[in-house]
């Protein structure tokens, strides 16, 4: 089955610094998804992203299929951005989650 | 438009006990998903329906697990004779099989003792 890698695991920044996070897998997937789960809440949606490179406010996503992998970047972090973003590759509606990177961002 | 809705959000438990947790898909959803988070992991497919249908449950343990969605909208999960590995929180997510992004509820966090 897929497996999947997030790096790192976690993150500690100081506000206004960027990151960038990444996601690995072992499979080729047609549907590519980040979330956010803030501590003890629900996972949110970030972006969709299968393929090439998608930007919503803050946030940059880059997903080379080929290479099966996918990377997360944010740009000038905020403290209300700490928690953990999480990885989901899939086909046919089917998702396989990473285990997440877990970010703190101190003022 | 509302998102998708769980109850109960926590529910304690003795081992043996049995506990019944409802989801409530964002209308026009065709797809739901259970899906079972243990603490620090990633959220783990349980089962996923396409309307009334199981489409894949083959990570659902059988011997204790079940889930239904008999009109194709809400949807049960029961759990008989909890275990304290089951611990987690489980989530429930729904998508358009024509678009296929997924939304997630606010998830149901189970203790078992």
């Known amino acids: 089955g897929q497996q999947v890698q997030q790096s790192p695991a976690s993150l500690v920044l100081q506000e206004g610094e960027n990151a960038e996070l990444q996601c690995n897998f072992s499979?080729?997937?047609?549907?590519l998804q980040w979330f956010y789960q803030s501590p003890g809440g629900s996972l949110v949606s970030l972006l969709s992203n299968p393929s090439g490179t998608k930007h919503t406010g803050r946030l940059t996503s880059t997903t080379v299929t080929k290479e099966r992998r996918s990377s997360l970047h944010i740009s000038s972090s905020q403290t209300t951005d700490s928690g953990t973003y999480l990885c989901?590759?899939?086909?046919?509606?089917?998702?396989?989650f990473g285990a997440g990177t877990r970010l703190a961002v101190c003022p | 438009e509302a998102g998708v809705t769980q109850s109960p959000r926590y529910a304690v438990l003795q081992e043996g006990q049995a506990v019944s947790f409802w989801c409530d898909p964002i209308?026009?959803?065709?797809?739901l998903y259970w899906y079972q988070q243990p603490r620090d992991q990633g959220p783990q497919l349980l089962v996923y329906f396409r309307d009334e249908a199981v489409i894949d449950n083959s990570q659902l343990p059988s011997d204790r697990f079940s889930a239904v969605r008999p009109k194709g909208t809400n949807s049960t999960l029961k759990i008989q004779s909890a275990k304290q590995g089951d611990t987690a929180t489980y989530l429930c997510a729904s998508s358009s099989s024509d678009w296929g992004e997924q939304y997630f509820g606010p998830g149901t966090r189970l203790t078992v003792l």
């Open positions: 989901a590759p899939g086909s046919f509606n089917k998702l396989t």
């Open positions: 209308s026009g959803h065709d797809t």
């Open positions: 499979s080729t997937a047609t549907q």
